[in-house]
T-cell receptor, first 114, second 109 residues
Framework: DSGVTQTPKHLITATGQRVTLRCSPRSGDLSVYWYQQSLDQGLQFLIQ???????AKGNILERFSAQQFPDLHSELNLSSLELGDSALYFC?????????????FGAGTRLSVL | AQRVTQPEKLLSVFKGAPVELKCNYSYSGSPELFWYVQYSRQRLQLLLRHISRESIKGFTADLNKGETSFHLKKPFAQEEDSAMYYCALRGQAGTALIFGKGTTLSVSS
């Protein structure tokens, strides 16, 4: 599958813990975006990386951080987890920096904080 | 503030009936509008982009700047159209997509 790949598919953890979500973009795509989908807030943009550099920031909490590695995969780190962090986390990728590109989405990681 | 509103959480229609999924936006400049669709157990995928002005799977959407709307329409719904539909906006210099909360379309026979 040459599409956007996210691992793991499901993650169950406890409050106060730290987790790492991983995203591999489509082949050739340089941008990676992270979105959070929760029942009350819908799909919200968290952060974007383009070719290893942070490009845009949305409503990302200070407890959350991300990075994009030289091979262009990205990781979203969530720490000091709270019940309210339970959500679907989507990664998307695009060819360029984004202002005119189509974003292609991964299947998501479902995080459950107990 | 930039905002996308999809007023209907659920839209239920019979097969063969016309469908209109509403989307209104709030943006002061010239946004780019999209419709994304998520079929059961599948990932979010792009359905339409307003600048393409094309019809995909029989769906069309016209950007109405006066009414700040980008409603999705199909003249004759099919059962396979049942899915979650998201309207999204991207600002002129922006990169992030701003999504509405989505409308579930249920088409029954």
């Amino acid at each position: 599958d040459s599409g956007v790949t996210q691992t793991p598919k499901h993650l169950i953890t406890a409050t106060g813990q730290r987790v790492t979500l991983r995203c591999s973009p489509r082949s050739g795509d340089l941008s990676v975006y992270w979105y959070q989908q929760s029942l009350d807030q819908g799909l919200q943009f968290l952060i974007q990386y383009y070719n290893g550099e942070e490009r845009a920031k949305g409503n990302i909490l200070e407890r959350f951080s991300a990075q994009q590695f030289p091979d262009l995969h990205s990781e979203l780190n969530l720490s000091s987890l709270e019940l309210g962090d339970s959500a679907l986390y989507f990664c998307a990728s695009s060819v360029g920096p984004g202002s005119s590109d189509i974003q292609y989405f991964g299947a998501g990681t479902r995080l459950s904080v107990l | 503030a930039q905002r996308v509103t999809q007023p209907e959480k659920l839209l239920s229609v019979f097969k063969g009936a016309p469908v209109e999924l509403k989307c209104n936006y709030s943006y002061s400049g010239s946004p780019e509008l999209f419709w994304y669709v998520q079929y059961s157990r599948q990932r979010l995928q792009l359905l339409l982009r307003h600048i393409s002005r094309e019809s995909i799977k029989g769906f069309t959407a016209d950007l109405n700047k006066g009414e700040t709307s980008f409603h999705l329409k199909k003249p004759f719904a099919q059962e396979e159209d049942s899915a979650m539909y998201y309207c999204a906006l991207r600002g002129q210099a922006g990169t992030a997509l701003i999504f509405g909360k989505g409308t579930t379309l249920s088409v029954s026979s």
